[in-house]
DNA sequence: GGCTATTAGTTGCTTTTGTAACTATCAACA
DNA sequence: TGTTGATAGTTACAAAAGCAACTAATAGCC
């Protein structure tokens, strides 16, 4: 009745994927919540904005498959901090257009270096080529790897 | 001014892996929740039990990390649906040695065979090298690659 | 123009999580 | 014994997330 190797928790991927995402989420969330008091969805639209431009929170949503509710408190949030601000478009007065304030830009620009700075760390005992193994299989899992990469 | 390659979002791991561990948690989710209407910390415990036998709530927490309170209402909620029994141990009245009932057993049995056939799906693309790969660095990440792996 | 359907974004309510204080039990040691 | 400190587990309160209803603006179609 046992099955030939007994399941091990340690190769159930939704588990270790959970674990991994957790523990290096909390350690990275150390850097922001401390020098910018922001949460996680802050942290991401701020990232988003800088990164990739100026974009609407319903852009935000379909780029960081984050719900709208979620977003639209983070750009309060950032917006009430002074990170960003938005701006009614007169074509469409429904749409917002979301930008950082030079505040938001430099925190942008200080998290994207610890990022990357952590980032490094987390991959201090992996080859290039074991990182781009894991990479595909994370956008694999995460349904994110099709072809054409966004910009 | 601008830094080297530009940094991706696709590159940095908290976001990767949480995206992946929302996607594959979501999916695997659906088995569980719309069977025996459970939440994610039940379902954990729910395997622990199962697969490692018969543990304490504090067992529990150590071994997946989960804070005590998650892992109490848990404990509750599946003690409520008879899928466990609790026993307070004679030599210390504080313990509770928790059991899985035949329900809890035959719940454990059905969603094992579930996990190893969702977790197959996610590897499908992947050779046992690759998956050896991803599995080291999960496990690093989430500082559970300890030598000795727990039995 | 005016009716209907759609989209962007917000708000209120419920569920879940996180934090801290609490009870109960036991161990150690004067 | 009895006092202090630690441990197992629960509960109460606060923060955050999820869901559904809502407003405002626009597009399509008659």
Redesign the interface.
Do not use: C, I, M, W
């Given at each position: 009745m046992s099955?030939a190797p007994?399941?091990q928790?340690?190769?159930?991927?939704?588990?270790?994927?959970?674990?991994?995402?957790?523990?290096?989420?909390q350690?990275?969330q150390s850097y922001y919540k401390a020098r910018y008091g922001m949460l996680r969805t802050e942290w991401?639209v701020l990232?988003?904005l800088g990164?990739?431009g100026d974009m609407t929170a319903t852009d935000i949503c379909s780029r960081a498959?984050v719900h709208k509710t979620k977003v639209s408190r983070a750009v309060s949030a950032l917006e009430a901090r002074r990170f960003l601000k938005r701006e009614t478009r007169s074509n469409d007065r429904r749409h917002e257009a979301l930008s950082l304030t030079p505040a938001g830009e430099a925190a942008f620009a200080d998290l994207?270096t610890e990022?990357?700075r952590?980032?490094a760390t987390?991959?201090s005992?992996?080859s290039d080529e074991?990182f781009a193994?894991?990479?595909r299989?994370?956008?694999?899992?995460?349904?994110?790897d099709c072809k054409d990469?966004?910009t």
């Open positions: 099955q007994p399941f928790l340690q190769d159930f991927l939704p588990y270790l994927l959970n674990q991994a995402a957790e523990t290096s989420g350690e990275f991401r990232f988003h990164r990739y498959k994207t990022a990357q952590y980032n987390l991959l005992d992996f074991e193994v894991v990479r299989f994370l956008l694999h899992v995460a349904r994110l990469s966004q």
